[in-house]
T-cell receptor, first 116, second 119 residues
């Protein structure tokens, strides 16, 4: 069975500084994908970044980068130059490609607060 | 811009009534859509997979007679909460995937969610 662990229920960061949100996962599958989503207070889920299990390079998307350490089964999200609009819940999720498509397993989330 | 549209965003209904939530894929066809449920301050839980032209696949513990799913077209899936009760109050959110030829692992795009309150 797959599992996502986000150990930080809440994080604070000063505006313009970088912040790392932790995510560890557990899966017995060799082929899987890791996703990060942002959920503002309005509720929508916004896709941020994706890392495939066979991707050798860490994924980057603008200010977002994913620190993928496969041996340690971790997929931490790094947000550089934090902005006030980054304040939101952040969810890490895993999808095993050997199983049902779309069965994203989400972590409990980390609430990020950016201080001015 | 949004690629998945969900309606309504908020609904309040009386106990015993039914509520229908629509999920539309914008500018792409979605043979498969997914319905999630999120309780306050909790994570998203997959409820069911909606398949165009066939029956939905429900996750363990989700009552298929309670949560009716219809995926009658390639761009529309509906979730109907039948005989709603206060414990059904939750945030329901749908998602779909844009399939790109040659790319197997595209992300799920989510609608803006529907906050259901049953009084």
């Amino acid at each position: 069975a797959q599992k996502i662990t986000q150990t930080q229920p809440g994080m604070f960061v000063q505006e313009k500084e970088a912040v790392t949100l932790d995510c560890t996962y557990d899966t017995s599958d060799q082929s899987y994908g890791l996703f990060w989503y942002k959920q503002p207070s309005s509720g929508e889920m916004i896709f941020l970044i994706y890392q495939g299990s066979y991707d050798e390079q860490n994924a980057t998307e603008g200010r977002y980068s994913l620190n993928f350490q496969k041996a340690r089964k971790s997929a931490n999200l790094v947000i550089s130059a934090s902005q006030l609009g980054d304040s939101a819940m952040y969810f890490c999720a895993i999808e095993n490609y050997g199983g049902s498509q779309g069965n994203l397993i989400f972590g409990k989330g980390t609430k990020l607060s950016v201080k001015p | 811009g949004a690629v998945v549209s969900q309606h309504p965003s908020r609904v309040i209904c009386k106990s015993g009534t039914s509520v229908k939530i629509e999920c539309r894929s914008l500018d792409f066809q979605a043979t498969t859509m997914f319905w999630y449920r999120q309780f306050p301050k909790q994570s998203l839980m997959l409820m069911a997979t909606s398949n165009e032209g066939s029956k939905a696949t429900y996750e363990q513990g989700v009552e298929k007679d309670k949560f009716l799913i219809n995926h009658a077209s390639l761009t529309l899936s509906t979730l109907t909460v039948t005989s709603a009760h206060p414990e059904d109050s939750s945030f329901y959110i749908c998602s779909a995937r844009i399939l790109t030829p040659g790319q197997n692992n595209s992300p799920l795009h989510f609608g803006n969610g529907t906050r259901l309150t049953v009084t």
